[in-house]
Protein backbone atom coordinates (compact mmCIF):
# COMPACT_ATOMS: atom_id res chain seq x y z
CA UNK A 1 0.00 0.00 0.00
CA UNK A 2 1.02 3.81 -0.95
CA UNK A 3 1.67 5.76 1.78
CA UNK A 4 3.02 9.38 1.69
CA UNK A 5 3.27 11.34 4.91
CA UNK A 6 3.84 15.20 4.50
CA UNK A 7 5.98 17.19 7.22
CA UNK A 8 7.33 20.90 7.30
CA UNK A 9 4.51 23.16 6.74
CA UNK A 10 4.02 25.78 9.40
CA UNK A 11 3.09 29.66 9.93
CA UNK A 12 6.13 32.07 8.20
CA UNK A 13 5.77 35.45 7.78
CA UNK A 14 6.22 37.03 3.80
CA UNK A 15 9.29 36.76 2.76
CA UNK A 16 10.25 33.68 4.57
CA UNK A 17 11.54 30.07 3.56
CA UNK A 18 9.65 26.54 4.41
CA UNK A 19 10.93 22.90 3.15
CA UNK A 20 8.52 20.71 3.30
CA UNK A 21 8.92 16.79 2.78
CA UNK A 22 7.10 13.94 1.60
CA UNK A 23 7.93 10.25 3.26
CA UNK A 24 7.05 7.46 0.95
CA UNK A 25 6.44 3.61 1.61
CA UNK A 26 5.46 0.90 -0.12
CA UNK A 27 6.76 2.28 -3.70
CA UNK A 28 10.13 2.85 -4.98
CA UNK A 29 9.97 6.89 -5.69
CA UNK A 30 12.73 6.93 -8.53
CA UNK A 31 10.07 4.79 -11.02
CA UNK A 32 7.74 7.07 -10.06
CA UNK A 33 6.10 10.91 -11.13
CA UNK A 34 5.98 12.99 -8.07
CA UNK A 35 4.70 16.38 -7.41
CA UNK A 36 3.06 18.71 -4.72
CA UNK A 37 -0.31 20.11 -5.43
CA UNK A 38 -1.64 22.74 -3.07
CA UNK A 39 -5.14 23.85 -1.77
CA UNK A 40 -6.64 27.44 -0.63
CA UNK A 41 -8.88 28.10 0.72
CA UNK A 42 -12.30 28.10 -1.10
CA UNK A 43 -10.12 27.06 -4.19
CA UNK A 44 -9.13 24.83 -6.28
CA UNK A 45 -5.98 22.18 -5.97
CA UNK A 46 -3.56 23.73 -7.71
CA UNK A 47 -0.71 21.84 -8.85
CA UNK A 48 2.10 23.88 -8.92
CA UNK A 49 5.48 21.52 -9.13
CA UNK A 50 6.17 17.97 -10.46
CA UNK A 51 9.37 15.68 -11.34
CA UNK A 52 9.53 12.55 -12.95
CA UNK A 53 11.53 9.66 -12.66
CA UNK A 54 14.32 10.85 -15.03
CA UNK A 55 14.06 14.21 -12.80
CA UNK A 56 12.69 16.49 -15.60
CA UNK A 57 11.12 19.13 -13.42
CA UNK A 58 8.24 21.34 -14.07
CA UNK A 59 6.38 24.64 -12.14
CA UNK A 60 2.98 26.58 -12.18
CA UNK A 61 3.82 30.10 -13.14
CA UNK A 62 2.84 31.11 -9.49
CA UNK A 63 5.88 29.37 -7.98
CA UNK A 64 8.02 29.23 -10.56
CA UNK A 65 11.97 30.67 -9.63
CA UNK A 66 10.69 30.86 -5.41
CA UNK A 67 10.22 27.18 -5.32
CA UNK A 68 12.34 24.11 -5.77
CA UNK A 69 10.91 20.31 -6.29
CA UNK A 70 13.82 17.53 -5.53
CA UNK A 71 13.76 13.77 -4.37
CA UNK A 72 16.12 11.24 -2.83
CA UNK A 73 15.33 8.13 -4.10
CA UNK A 74 17.56 6.72 -1.60
CA UNK A 75 15.42 8.04 0.98
CA UNK A 76 12.08 7.37 -0.68
CA UNK A 77 11.39 10.78 -0.04
CA UNK A 78 10.40 14.19 -2.18
CA UNK A 79 10.47 17.69 -0.75
CA UNK A 80 9.94 21.09 -1.55
CA UNK A 81 11.71 24.59 -0.86
CA UNK A 82 9.97 27.59 -1.18
CA UNK A 83 11.48 30.64 -0.35
CA UNK A 84 10.17 34.78 -1.11
CA UNK A 85 7.12 33.06 0.45
CA UNK A 86 4.07 35.48 0.15
CA UNK A 87 0.41 35.29 1.55
CA UNK A 88 -0.95 34.03 -0.94
CA UNK A 89 0.67 30.69 -0.60
CA UNK A 90 -1.23 30.13 2.31
CA UNK A 91 -2.73 26.87 1.29
CA UNK A 92 -2.84 23.02 2.41
CA UNK A 93 0.03 21.48 0.74
CA UNK A 94 -0.34 17.59 -0.40
CA UNK A 95 2.26 15.23 -1.88
CA UNK A 96 1.45 13.14 -4.84
CA UNK A 97 2.63 10.57 -6.73
CA UNK A 98 1.92 8.34 -9.53
CA UNK A 99 0.86 11.06 -12.04
CA UNK A 100 -1.97 9.97 -15.01
CA UNK A 101 -2.80 10.83 -18.51
CA UNK A 102 -5.25 13.27 -17.37
CA UNK A 103 -2.46 15.57 -15.08
CA UNK A 104 -3.95 13.99 -11.81
CA UNK A 105 -2.27 11.50 -9.44
CA UNK A 106 -2.98 8.25 -8.35
CA UNK A 107 -1.83 8.59 -4.29
CA UNK A 108 -1.96 11.17 -2.26
CA UNK A 109 -0.56 12.20 1.33
CA UNK A 110 -2.77 14.36 4.24
CA UNK A 111 -1.05 17.27 3.67
CA UNK A 112 0.46 19.69 5.71
CA UNK A 113 -0.64 23.42 6.58
CA UNK A 114 1.29 26.63 5.13
CA UNK A 115 0.31 30.14 6.17
CA UNK A 116 2.00 32.86 5.27
CA UNK A 117 1.66 36.07 6.84
CA UNK A 118 2.07 39.71 5.77
Known amino acids: QVQLVESGGGSVQAGGSLRLSCAAS????????MGWVRQAPGKEHEGIATINSAGWVSYADSVEGRFTISKDSAKNSLYLQMNNLKAEDTAMYYC????????????WGQGTQVTVSS
Open 26 to 33: GYTSSNFC
Open 96 to 107: AAGCTAAGGYKF
